[in-house]
Nanobody
């Protein structure tokens, strides 16, 4: 069993920055990747950034060049640094931890990010 808890959301002006954190607890050794997704009403949940156990990263097309995902293995925490934020980045951001033993996706409760124009 894995639990993930997000933090760091809030209100920021366009052009500003924000850093989200996601801490994983429980069966950490089962996690093979962690990532951030976002969702707005009426749209599908979309990838923002992900990082594998091996350190490989992947980003959504709409945020490439503006976000960086990183991790602190000692703290079992993944960070999402978002820069040059736009009003269209407004969404609920969810942290995901994926495990392979057994295969399962663990989602956090989400944290609201609002970018004002």
């Amino acid at each position: 069993q894995v639990h993930v808890v997000e933090s760091g959301g809030g209100l920021v002006q366009a052009g500003g920055s924000l850093r989200l954190s996601c801490e994983a607890t429980g069966s950490i050794s089962d996690i093979n990747a962690m990532g951030w997704f976002r969702e707005v009403p009426g749209k599908h949940r979309e990838l923002v950034g992900a990082i594998t156990r091996g350190g490989d990263t992947n980003y959504g097309d709409s945020v490439k060049g503006r976000v960086t995902i990183s991790r602190d293995s000692a703290k079992n925490t993944v960070y999402l640094q978002m820069n040059s934020l736009k009003p269209e980045d407004t969404a609920v951001y969810y942290c995901l931890a994926t495990s392979t033993q057994p295969p399962y996706d663990y989602w956090g409760q989400g944290t609201q990010v609002t970018v004002s124009s």
